[in-house]
């Protein structure tokens, strides 16, 4: 018998032990993604949303020598692939590093994408529109998502949930009937969405104490568009929570693993907040 979301969540937390946080809708485990999912039982979730370190020396990572760290990246995305259900799907966001006297920013996906035993339907570019200059190339403002899933032949895509409504002839008819889908058009393979920002007069409203946030733009359009409500969401690289805000936002539920406290304590605080903004939202209507 497939069990729901909701099962699988209480599930997973008795198997887990205590989590950092806990709500009706999601859990926040503090410590290592590796071991953790090492802990989960096959097939427990339905979608995996997650930004791993990029081993660039950011402030949450120690870079590692090149293969050390692909073949961490292939443990764990093993990990995913074994706990993620037959129907299910991952989706890899990753960007660029350097690597000495070969090259100055090589895409992630030319190293990753088939260091897993996923499917991989498509590469989407997510294209950030603003960012750092560059001066001796051009400004970078992209990076990747890769969409893994596991069977082929049958997956979540539900392409309504996530049309975009500019279209730009909406009422366009071939033999009297309108040419295009009324909700919007496909949103194609580049998604224009904007970065977090941060700095004094320019950070976004949704600025949490983190350097690598996704908007929750982006993250909404994951989840609504590659899994159902109700369905159990995991992130093993949960960060500030952007996955976890929005799985509780659309209806699903939610595991994040994060290794430092005060980025859990971010997250359960934004997932906290989130729910008190329903919350209060209900009570005005
Ligand atoms: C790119 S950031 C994710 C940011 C996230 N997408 C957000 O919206 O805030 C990667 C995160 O992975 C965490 N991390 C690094 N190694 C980890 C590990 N072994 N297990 C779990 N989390 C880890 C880092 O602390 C960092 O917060």
Not at 64 to 91: D, K, S, V
Not at 104 to 121: Q, S
Not at 257 to 281: M, T, V
Request: charged letters at 25%; glycine letters at 6%; aromatic letters at 12%.
């Amino acid at each position: 018998m497939i069990m729901d979301g909701r099962a699988r969540l209480d599930e997973l937390c008795d198997s887990l032990g205590d989590p950092y946080a806990r709500g009706d809708r999601y859990a926040v485990f503090c410590g290592d993604a590796l071991s953790l999912m090492g802990r989960v039982k096959p097939d427990a979730f339905d979608l995996t949303v997650t930004s791993p370190p990029y081993n660039i020396g950011k402030e949450y990572e120690d870079p590692r020598p090149l293969e050390e760290y692909l073949n961490w990246c292939e443990q764990w995305m093993g990990g995913i692939h074994r706990i993620t259900h037959p129907r299910g799907a991952f989706w890899l966001n990753v960007g660029y590093l350097s690597i000495p006297e070969k090259a100055k920013a090589l895409p992630l996906p030319y190293l990753l994408w088939d260091r897993n035993p996923f499917f991989l339907v498509q590469e989407v570019v997510w294209n950030y529109g603003a960012g750092v200059a560059a001066r001796k190339s051009l400004s970078p403002r992209n990076e990747k998502f890769l969409w893994y899933v596991k069977d082929p032949d049958a997956y979540t895509f539900n392409l309504d949930a996530i049309r975009d409504p500019d279209v730009k002839y909406p009422n366009q008819k071939k033999n009297k009937r309108l040419r295009c889908n009324t909700i919007g058009k496909n949103p194609s393979d580049v998604w224009r969405i904007a970065k977090v920002t941060s700095g004094r007069n320019r950070a976004s409203a949704e600025r949490a104490p983190h350097p690598a946030q996704f908007p929750l733009d982006l993250i909404d359009r994951v989840v609504l568009g590659f899994s159902n409500p109700e369905d159990l969401v995991l992130d093993p690289f949960l960060g500030s929570g952007t996955t976890a805000v929005s799985c509780v936002r659309n209806g699903r539920f939610v595991v994040g693993i994060e290794i430092q406290e005060s980025y859990c304590e971010c997250a359960a605080d934004r997932i906290e907040a989130e729910l008190q903004a329903e919350k209060s939202r209900l009570f005005v209507y």
